[in-house]
């Protein structure tokens, strides 16, 4: 059965973190959907960037699809406001408290996993990475300097320089080892 990921995308992400982790995945065969957090489908990124997303949050809600049981994987980009107003959004946190009591996979990068996985309890103990500087705002977790970090269920990663590692980290997670190590030397991530 093929893996699913829900990719969640709200104004002001990072588009590096949103398109590499995006293309990685289908890439591996993974099916991924991109979901606007918005009411539009078109999504504008912290640096102008618009996406369009496959579908509307509140559409997935609607059609009772916003549930754990039909995804292996949440991600969220980075980017500032999108992080912040990713936290705002009422469905994508109760949606990623779901996932994690389920134990699917939940993955975060750059200001994400202080400013929208944090306040969701969803770093206490657990290892974690996130933006330099943004970990001192997280009270519970175990931050590390590291560039893409996974413990658990839980991936994340620093910023967009790391987004590549981070989308391996994913396919890894989602598709096994093999098909991480393929997709980077076809990538030619790796020598």
Aim: aromatic content about 6%.
């Amino acid at each position: 059965m093929e893996k699913r990921t829900l990719v969640f995308l709200a104004e002001g992400f990072e588009e590096v973190e949103a398109v590499t982790p995006l293309d990685y995945l289908r890439r591996a065969g993974i099916e991924v959907i991109s979901a606007s957090a918005g009411e539009g489908k078109t999504v504008k990124g912290a640096h102008g960037i618009s996406l369009a997303a496959d579908l509307l949050l509140a559409d997935l809600e609607r059609a009772g699809k916003l549930k754990a049981a039909f995804w292996d994987c949440a991600l969220v980009p980075g980017g500032m406001p999108g992080a912040s107003n990713l936290a705002a959004c009422t469905l994508a946190g109760t949606f990623f408290k779901e996932m994690a009591a389920a134990g699917k996979i939940i993955a975060a990068i750059c200001a994400s996993p202080a400013v929208f996985l944090a306040p969701l309890g969803i770093l206490k103990g657990k290892r974690f990475t996130c933006y330099p500087g943004m970990e001192k705002d997280v009270r519970e977790g175990l931050w590390t300097a590291e560039r893409t970090v996974a413990d658990g269920n839980l991936v994340t990663g620093q910023g967009p320089g790391t987004a590549a590692e981070f989308a391996l980290a994913l396919v890894e997670k989602l598709a096994g080892e093999t098909a991480a190590e393929d997709l980077a030397g076809a990538a030619l991530l790796k020598a």
